[in-house]
């Protein structure tokens, strides 16, 4: 079985900082990684996935994530942040053998000027 | 245009009452799941369907049926005994070949169900 934990469930930040938002996982096989935004009342968007190769992945809006397979991590980072990045995000995992997607609880990012 | 289409955006359910969800997607997709979101749970699997009239229980069906008759269309109706049937609910889509990688997983934009 696979579960997926997102450290902190609220990040306030202050617009052009940079973010990290931390996700780790646990699984007993190998696994893809994604992770999805959702702007408030409406459904998730994927942001960026990791399927294989290189373990830094880039994203759509600026935003990037590693990989880390010895630290079971998957954590989202963006340079710097804007008052549209408001949203709530979520980390998920599915086996690479196939079967459901498992998702963490969700991070809101909250963006202040 | 392409996508996925959940109504209505809000809806109330009296005590006792069976309410039904519209999910219908043009992206002729094989696979559709349900998804509940409760605040600081993420998403959790209710049900799905790989195929026209098949489909199998998520984590969480007690209380939740569905019905699989076209491709197109996915309801989801909660039932008198889901006892706690207050939250967001979604809507996804598949294409067959990426069933098993969830690689391009397509949302609707929800359906807030609240009991009055």
């Known amino acids: 079985a696979q579960s997926v934990t997102q450290l902190d469930s609220q990040v306030p930040v202050f617009e052009e900082a940079p973010v990290e938002l931390r996700c780790n996982y646990s699984?007993?096989?190998?696994?893809?990684l994604f992770w999805y935004v959702q702007y408030p009342n409406q459904g998730l968007q994927l942001l960026l996935k990791?399927?294989?190769?290189?373990?830094l992945v880039k994203g759509i809006n600026g935003f990037e994530a590693e990989f880390n397979k010895s630290q079971t991590s998957f954590h989202l980072r963006k340079p710097s942040v804007h008052i549209s990045d408001t949203a709530e995000y979520f980390c998920?995992?599915?086996?690479?053998?196939?079967?459901?997607?498992?998702f963490g609880q969700g991070t809101e990012l909250s963006v202040k000027p | 245009d392409g996508g996925i289409t959940q109504s209505p955006k809000y809806l109330f359910r009296k005590e006792g009452q069976n309410v039904t969800l519209s999910c219908e997607q043009n992206?002729?997709?094989?696979?559709m799941y349900w998804y509940r979101q409760d605040p600081g749970q993420g998403l959790r699997l209710i049900y799905y369907?790989?195929?026209?009239?098949?489909?199998q229980k998520g984590d969480i069906a007690e209380g939740y049926s569905v019905s699989r008759e076209k491709k197109e269309s996915f309801p989801l109706t909660v039932t008198s005994a889901q006892k706690n049937p207050t939250a967001f609910y979604l809507c996804?889509?598949?294409?067959?070949?990426?069933?098993?990688?969830?690689?391009?997983?397509?949302f609707g934009s929800g359906t807030q169900l609240s009991v009055l």
């Open positions: 990791y399927l294989s190769g290189s373990t």
């Open positions: 699984s007993s096989v190998s696994v893809y």
């Open positions: 996804a889509s598949s294409t067959s070949t990426a069933v098993a990688t969830n690689e391009k997983l397509f």
């Open positions: 992206l002729n997709h094989d696979a």
């Open positions: 369907s790989q195929i026209v009239n098949d489909f």
């Open positions: 998920a995992v599915t086996p690479l053998q196939g079967g459901k997607l498992i």
